[in-house]
Every structure is written in C-alpha cells, then in structure tokens.
C-alpha cells in the first residue's frame, strides 16, 4: 500500500535515482543518472534533491536528461546551472535551466538568483527555452523566448508553472482549497503578486487557499446604505405612531432623524390637552 505522505524525494531514494553515502567522514547525495555527488550539509543542496525528483515524478522528465551543475558555455567557464533540463539524451539542447536556492532567502537574495538564472539561460549561454528559480516553497519561472520578449523583460514573460514533460506553460497555478460549489479556484501567474483579485482572500504566491466568496458592496458604500435605511425605517415608524394621534412630527418629535430621543414631557402635555378638550 502505498504512502500517502511520501515526498518526492522518498520516491527518488526508493526508485534509486538518489542515493545518500555515508562512506566518507562527510554526507554526500548521490545523482545516480549523472553520476554526480554533492555535500548533502549545504542548505541549498536539500532543495535540489527534493526538486530534482520533483522534475521526475511531477513534470514527467527523465532523469538521463537533468544535468546537474553543468558548466554554463562562457568564454571562462566558472559558473554552473544548478539544474539543467535537456531534449535530447545526449544533454547537448537545454530546454530549462533551474538555480535552486535555500528556503526563507530574502527579497533582494531571490531577485539575485532570478538575475543569475536569467544570464545562465539567456539565447548567449545555455539557449534555454525556461529559467526559473526554486527557494523552497517560494519559486519563479521565466519564458525566455527573445523574440516575444525583451532582454530587460522581468514582469511579463513569468509563466505560472514549468512546462509539464516539454509542453506548454499553464496559464493558472492552483492552490489546494475547494469552494462551496466543488471547484478550485486560483489566480494568473501574470497577475501581479500584491494584487487582490475580486474573488480571493490571498494573493498569488503568498501561502495559503483562495476561496471564492461572495461579492460585497464597498465598505464604505454598505455603511452609508445601511445607515440610511434605517433612518427611513425609523422615520416611518414615527408617522405611523404620531398619525393615530394627529401630532405635529416636528413639534413633538425634534431631532428624531439623529438622536431619535422621546421627549415624554412634550407628549404627556399634549395628552393631557386633548383629554380635557
């Protein structure tokens, strides 16, 4: 029976695309496919395990065609792709390049590695079809098609998810969370991240389930209306009451519409009158 809680990566250590030896006085994580060992003590190390059995189990990539730290093609070959997703077995055609980062990175530390991602998978190096950058939970992807966007591009060309198995992008990310009629809700990748749209609680990208709720009037709109029906409400009451008696409203009702206060002595005075009339 299978594990209903088991990760990604407990399916990669099962299935043998990932080993961790213990055999030399440092841990290290073993890339069975590529043939590849890392120190598995590095933060960032963690989060590409976990996302390169991701690429297996969920985009549907073979492992013969992920690359791991692979040279990036530059004049002086320093700089390496952490993940590089490839079309051919002979992992010569990138298709996407992936930075993996350590979780809770800040801000500016996460626009950094979208920057690297970005000058490792451009048409000049890698010719990669995607970039993207996977810190944990928080994760961005990028199209890199020159010809639908520009170099300096950053807010338009963010697509929702990776491509599953060389497809093409989704056009919406869905969070778990279903709503009273049975279906799940989420927003555009392209909306903008501290956008509310209509019907969500949360915005894109923060943790956490949108659910559909219903449609309000403005706060400020819904008080002014409410306050208003009342005072009509109140207003006719008072008719109604002071109409069986034939009373003046505005003699012996003064102010009612703001502070709706009963002025008894007026009323037992003019009670009193028609009594002994």
């Known amino acids: 029976m299978n594990n209903p809680t088991k990760t990604y990566y407990d399916k990669a250590i099962d299935d043998g695309h990932l080993r961790l030896d213990q055999s030399g006085r440092v841990e290290r994580v073993h890339y069975v496919a590529v043939n590849r060992y890392e120190r598995w003590s590095d933060p960032e190390e963690k989060v590409r395990a976990e996302f390169y059995a991701e690429l297996i189990y969920r985009y549907g990539y073979s492992p013969d065609r992920i690359g791991v730290e692979v040279t990036v093609p530059d004049r002086s070959p320093n700089d390496f792709g952490d993940l590089v997703v490839f079309k051919d077995d002979e992992r010569k055609r990138p298709f996407a390049v992936i930075e993996c980062k350590r979780e809770s990175i800040s801000d500016a530390e996460f626009s950094q590695a979208v920057e690297q991602a970005w000058g490792n998978g451009n ?3 890698f010719r990669a079809a995607y970039v993207g950058v996977v810190a944990g939970a928080t994760r961005r992807f990028l199209d890199c098609d020159d010809r639908k966007f520009g170099a300096l591009e950053r807010d338009r060309n963010v697509i929702a998810d990776l491509p599953v198995a060389y497809g093409n992008p989704p056009e919406f990310k869905y969070r778990k969370g279903v709503s009273t009629s049975g279906r799940t809700f989420g927003l555009s990748a392209r ?11 949360k915005p894109y990208g923060v943790a956490g389930v949108c659910r559909r709720q219903p449609r309000l009037l403005n706060s400020a709109k819904s008080s002014s209306s409410k306050f208003a029906m009342k005072k009509s409400l109140a207003r006719r009451a008072i008719r109604m009451i002071f109409k069986s008696r034939r009373m003046n409203l505005r003699t012996y009702w003064p102010r009612a519409s703001k502070r709706c206060t009963w002025r008894k002595w007026n009323v037992s005075r003019t009670f009193s009158k028609n009594k002994s009339r």
């Open 191 to 201: 909306a903008n991240s501290s956008r509310l749209s209509r019907n969500a609680t």
């Open 123 to 125: 048409a000049a190096k």
